[in-house]
């Protein structure tokens, strides 16, 4: 087999074979908890109607043999043996592909609707199960009505700095493009970085009615945003990171402190027994309500 006999396999089957299933699909894209790194919300996508990936952790993306070659950690050739291994019958790209001809090119993609302040009942109660005030919430979040697949659906948004959304509520993750960090210049030397918005509300939540320092904030969206941020981080005299409790933010923030001990601080010491801010956030909150109950 060669790698262009590869590149024919489907990889939803591929993926299947390997004991990975897809938790949700939105035709003609298949959501995955990635192969490739641990993560806690499924950030990694087949796109079966191109037969590619795109790891949206990590910002990397490819075909079957990229993903093979990092998932099995080998070279191409290698990978190409293992796919000619005994009992291997990969099913063919062009077998599945029939179903898509005709599907709009647009499928799949978010369309903003119309954005207003947050009034939906669902969307303020989930915000407030994240330990978000509601000052801090209606001061950085609209509500977003989008249509998706031909229908209709409202999250909360967060805006990034190109004009796209961050889009969340109980169900849903997901983005309208473009795709982009978010930045607050409040004139500092100092900035905050967060991987993403929930943990930047935390932070706010956190200090909520008590004085706080100036700082910048930068809020990635996107891990895959780190090194391209990298430039902006290091022009300010000191930057404190809040990155998640993972392989991903472990590497970053390695990175940044390799680069400047000095001018990066890893500030995961705070919730170095949560995976993120909001987690710790809210298992905090949690913690006193159960306190308050439990009092005579």
Known sequence: MNIKQAKEIDMVDYLSKLGFTPHRITE???????????????SFKINRK??????????????????????????ESNFLNLL???????????DVQKKYHGLDEEAGTIKILRVKPIASLPLIKYFRSRRIPDDIAHAYLKEVHYELNSKQYYALGFPNNE?????????????????????????????????????????????????????????????????????????????FLYLDND??????????????????SDERGLYRHHGDLNKWLTAFGSGIKQQQRQSP
């Open 84 to 94: 000619q291994g005994p009992g291997v019958k990969p099913v063919l790209h062009k």
């Open 28 to 42: 003609p894209n298949y959501w995955y908890y990635s192969p490739l790194h641990e993560e806690r919300t499924p």
């Open 50 to 75: 191109l037969n590619r990936w795109k790891d949206w952790g990590t910002g990397e993306s490819g075909n079957i043999v990229d993903f093979g070659v990092k998932y099995h950690k080998c070279n």
């Open 247 to 264: 392989n991903t933010g472990q590497k970053c923030t390695k990175k940044a402190l390799d680069l400047d001990p000095k001018k990066f």
């Open 163 to 239: 004009g796209g959304y961050e889009l969340r509520n109980q169900y849903i993750k997901a983005a309208s493009k473009p795709k982009a960090p978010t930045f607050f210049d409040n004139g500092s030397k100092e900035l905050a970085v967060f991987e993403g918005f929930f943990n930047f509300l935390s932070y706010k939540a956190m200090l909520h009615q008590q004085p706080q320092p100036n700082r910048n904030f930068l809020i990635l969206n996107s891990t895959s945003f780190f090194e391209k941020e990298l430039p902006k981080m290091q022009q300010h005299e000191r930057t």
